[in-house]
């Protein structure tokens, strides 16, 4: 079992920056693939990004890519997303989720653990 928690949601303006944390229980947490996703009002929950156990494969969606990285401290049994130049339509639910895996997935059926959310608000 692992249990997330997500932090570091919050309001922020176009082009600001925030930093979000999923910090995970278990002493397994290096073999687990971590992914964010995202889901807005009304909309399907949607991929962000994905980083696999050592942290060394990853995987953006194309909406982030160049604007958001995501890295992962195993001795801490955190995994961060550093998001830069936020757009409004970044407006949205974020959520981090964990799949035992040597790779990663980008579906989000594939994974097995999820957190509760934070929000992220983006203000034009």
């Known amino acids: 079992q692992v249990q997330l928690v997500e932090s570091g949601g919050g309001l922020v303006q176009a082009g600001g920056s925030l930093r979000l944390s999923c910090a995970a229980s278990?002493?397994?947490?290096?073999?687990?693939?971590i992914a964010w996703f995202r889901q807005a009002p009304g909309k399907e929950r949607e991929f962000v990004v994905a980083i696999s156990g050592s942290g060394g494969n990853l995987g953006y969606a194309d909406s982030v890519k160049g604007r958001f990285t995501a890295s992962r401290d195993n001795a801490k049994n955190t995994v961060y997303l550093q998001m830069n130049s936020l757009k409004p339509e970044d407006t949205a639910v974020y959520y981090c989720?964990?799949?035992?895996?040597?790779?990663?997935?980008?579906?989000?059926?594939?994974?097995?653990?999820w957190g509760q959310g934070t929000q992220v608000t983006v203000s034009s």
């Open positions: 278990g002493r397994t947490f290096s073999t687990y693939a």
């Open positions: 989720a964990a799949a035992r895996s040597s790779g990663w997935y980008y579906r989000a059926f594939q994974y097995d653990y």
